[in-house]
């Protein structure tokens, strides 16, 4: 299976897949201290270093599943600790709804979206970010698997 993945990060998620057996054919990362490391560890995957926000559906390339983990400082409880607002004012909670866009553009058999355990407490604009991204991903027809409905799926 082809695989693209957004937030990569420097490549552990994409290095597990890939010894897995599927193909990651292309991946984002827009942290510029992070590419190098990237290129190094994947050097026959196509690195996009634009911001998720900016990158068309239409330059993404075909593939049979999507992985990710959006940037976890306003999840983590670490990163909440050190903001005198507790991260709720950061942009970065709501990066999510741009990998449900590319998820909804694709409509890919599977996709895996990881974080911190931080998320399941994050709670910007008082309403939980976990309900926040469920509700996104159920919107465009997808149900997601938690430890409590494991049993379901």
Not at 103 to 114: A, G, Q, R, T, W
């Amino acid at each position: 299976m082809n695989i693209v993945s957004f937030f990569a990060g420097a490549g552990g998620l994409d290095l597990g897949f890939q010894k897995a057996g599927f193909n990651v054919v292309w991946a984002n990362e827009y942290d510029k201290e992070i590419w190098e490391t990237y290129e190094k560890n994947h050097p026959h995957t196509k690195l996009d270093k634009r911001s998720i926000v900016n990158i068309p559906s239409d330059e993404v390339p075909e593939c049979d599943g999507i992985i990710g983990g959006p940037p976890c400082q306003a999840y983590s409880i670490a990163g909440r600790a050190q903001d005198k607002n507790s991260m709720k004012d950061d942009y970065r909670n709501y990066l999510f709804e741009s990998f449900v866009k590319v998820v909804d553009s694709f409509k890919p058999e599977v996709f895996v979206f990881e974080n911190v355990p931080g998320i399941l407490s994050a709670c910007p604009g008082d309403i939980p970010v976990t309900k926040r991204i469920f509700d996104a991903f159920a919107k465009i027809g997808y149900k997601v698997r938690t430890p409590e409905n494991q049993k379901d799926s």
